[in-house]
């Protein structure tokens, strides 16, 4: 689901149906995540107030924590931060690492080894040999991302530009489903925006909100 109004997706979009749940015609986002991305999503409700939130993200002043599983690599060394430049490509639903200054930056951390207990010495599954040809072991991870800054698909580019590529991302590292094609719902995005957390600029509290979402593992 969209947060916002697009294309096809307009009454089906998050926005437009929260406005008609609870009749609040002033609802704008201040926070909004890919269509494809789960977890949470920050609106507000008063729009002479609505500028002093927003400006907190303008300035870097929110921390950003998401989830995501993605295919382990035992020759990166985490945690680690990928800074890029990322600018819209000619697809325009696509974005893309170019040459350039840097206008991007995601922290990437590993909270948790999935499908099997992974040496990270030797980059092989304990109790499995690695000299076993038959049955390759790819054993995948759960990563903690950190944003520093939010470009479209950031992420998405950051996590497969780093060679581990989030699972059930079907633009990243090609594209298997153009936009207005049908969703194969059955292998989601393993992507999940999961805690944001600021100083409130009206009230001066320390806020933090978190998704009782989780990712499948």
């Known amino acids: 689901m969209p947060v916002t109004p697009a294309g096809r997706y307009v009454r089906s979009s998050l926005l437009v149906q929260l406005k008609e749940e609870l009749g609040i015609d002033t609802l704008s986002p201040i926070h909004r995540i890919d269509r494809e991305t789960a977890g949470l999503v920050l609106l507000s409700v008063n729009p002479q107030e609505r500028d002093a939130y927003q400006a907190l993200f303008r300035e870097r002043k929110v921390q950003k924590t998401y989830q995501a599983i993605a295919p ?49 010495s030797m980059g092989s599954a304990a109790g ?14 759960l990563y903690q991302l950190t944003p520093v800054t939010g470009k479209r698909h950031q992420l998405r580019i950051h996590m497969c530009a780093l060679g581990i590529p989030i699972e059930g991302d079907q633009f990243y590292p090609e594209v298997v489903r153009g936009p207005e094609e049908i969703e194969d719902f059955s292998h989601a995005l393993q992507l999940l925006a ?18 009782l979402l989780g990712l499948s593992y």
């Open 72 to 120: 382990y690599r035992n020759d990166l060394v985490f945690p680690l931060t990928r800074r890029s430049r990322i600018e819209e490509d000619a697809q325009f639903f696509l974005s893309r690492e170019v040459e350039g200054l840097t206008n991007s930056e995601t922290r990437v951390e590993i909270l948790k080894y999935l499908d099997a207990a992974v040496d990270t």
């Open 128 to 141: 499995s040999p690695s000299s076993s040809p038959e049955k390759p072991i790819k054993p995948s991870a």
């Open 194 to 211: 999961e805690k944001i957390a600021f100083t409130d600029p009206i009230t001066g509290e320390e806020r933090e909100f978190k998704s």
